[in-house]
């Protein structure tokens, strides 16, 4: 399985610092994609880093991929109490496959 | 949000019911998921169509049962359903090529409580 796993599984912070999240995952990919989302609703895209991309900057959003540890992380700068959420990676197989398969979710807390 | 509505928002049902949840999208897309999240569980894929031709059943109970009239609509009948179904239903479209799938746009979900 492919499946990311995300690292802490639960984050609280205060607002103006710094969020740092983590998802590794097992097979080779041909994408992978951060999704927030808010308690109860669905899923929203946040940023895509392809294979052969190393860092992507979206706003305040910053995402690493590290293809040979299998693994990316995704940077919330100045946090803000509206970036309170459930943070989760998914990743796209190669080979035109169309699965996407999501990890369990970081959920963070920022304090006002 | 946009761009993929899903009807009803909520929806309770007793186990010998029989419903369906419905999923449209506006964007264009050539595939359409129906996935089932659960409390402290990963999502999970239940259904994939592409090009409105189901390419993925991941081995879902006959109890649940998927209909894609068309690229922009998809369906979930729903009939005697168990008390642990109970769960978010999400709907997400998405374009798809030879390489790989990209961004998958959602749903806002149906919150279904089975009795």
């Known amino acids: 399985s492919q499946q990311g796993e995300e690292d802490p599984q639960a984050l609280s912070i205060q607002e103006g610092e710094n969020a740092t999240m983590n998802c590794s995952y097992k097979?080779?990919?041909?994408?992978l994609q951060w999704y927030r989302q808010n308690s109860g609703r669905g899923l929203v895209h946040l940023i895509l880093i392809r294979s052969n991309e190393r860092e992507k900057h979206s706003g305040r959003l910053r995402v690493t991929l590290d293809t040979s540890k299998k693994s990316s992380s995704l940077l919330i700068t100045a946090s803000r109490a509206a970036d309170t959420a459930s943070y989760f990676c998914a990743t796209a197989g190669s080979g035109g496959y169309q699965k996407v398969t999501f990890g369990t979710g970081t959920k963070l807390q920022v304090i006002p | 949000e946009t761009g993929v509505t899903q009807t009803p928002r909520h929806l309770v049902m007793g186990m010998t019911n029989k419903k369906s949840l419905k999923c449209e999208q506006h964007?264009?897309?050539?595939?359409m998921y129906w996935y089932k999240q659960s409390a402290k569980k990963p999502l999970e894929l239940m259904f994939v169509?592409?090009?409105?031709?189901?390419?993925e059943n991941n081995s879902v109970p006959s109890r649940f049962s998927p209909e894609c009239p068309n690229s922009s609509h998809l369906f979930l009948h729903l009939h005697t359903l168990q008390p642990e179904d109970s769960a978010l239903y999400l709907c997400?479209?998405?374009?798809?090529?030879?390489?790989?799938?990209?961004?998958?746009?959602f749903g806002p979900g149906t919150r279904l409580t089975v009795l």
């Open positions: 997400a479209s998405s374009q798809v090529n030879r390489v790989a799938t990209d961004t998958q746009y």
């Open positions: 964007l264009g897309h050539n595939a």
């Open positions: 097979t080779s990919i041909n994408n």
């Open positions: 169509y592409n090009f409105k031709e189901q390419t």
